[in-house]
């Protein structure tokens, strides 16, 4: 069973850090891109970052250049995504996703994504 599970998330405030993590069961990661998303209450899922199968480009939404950083540890099967100097704004559900090759204009695109996790829940308060 093909499954993908995020863990990191928690209540942070402004200014602080997490990392984020994506384990996969079922599957070798490697043989996949893995993007991250969140979706906010009342808007729509936005993908923030992916990491490319191979090389292990990264590429990231314009919103989150600079504070969001994600890698991959192929040997633990894991994906992470680092987020610094958090912001009230950045409280979301975050999930990662897994998909097969895509064109470049698509990388962030939810729905050629085939496999999701559950998500992770990421508060930004004071």
């Known amino acids: 069973q093909l499954q993908l599970v995020e863990s990191g998330g928690g209540l942070v405030q402004p200014g602080g850090s997490l990392r984020l993590s994506c384990a996969a069961s079922g599957f070798t990661l490697d043989y996949y891109a893995i993007g991250w998303f969140r979706q906010a209450p009342g808007k729509e899922r936005e993908g923030v970052a992916c990491?490319?199968?191979?090389?292990?480009?990264?590429y990231y939404a314009d919103s989150v250049k600079g504070r969001f950083t994600i890698s991959r540890d192929n040997a633990k099967n894991t994906v992470y995504l680092k987020i610094d100097n958090l912001k009230p704004e950045d409280t979301a559900v975050y999930y990662c996703?897994?998909?097969?090759?895509?064109?470049?204009?698509?990388?962030?695109?939810?729905?050629?994504?085939?496999?999701w996790g559950q998500g992770t829940q990421v508060t930004v308060s004071s």
């Open positions: 990491i490319s199968r191979s090389d292990g480009n990264t």
């Open positions: 996703a897994a998909r097969g090759p895509t064109l470049a204009a698509m990388r962030l695109a939810a729905h050629v994504y085939n496999y």
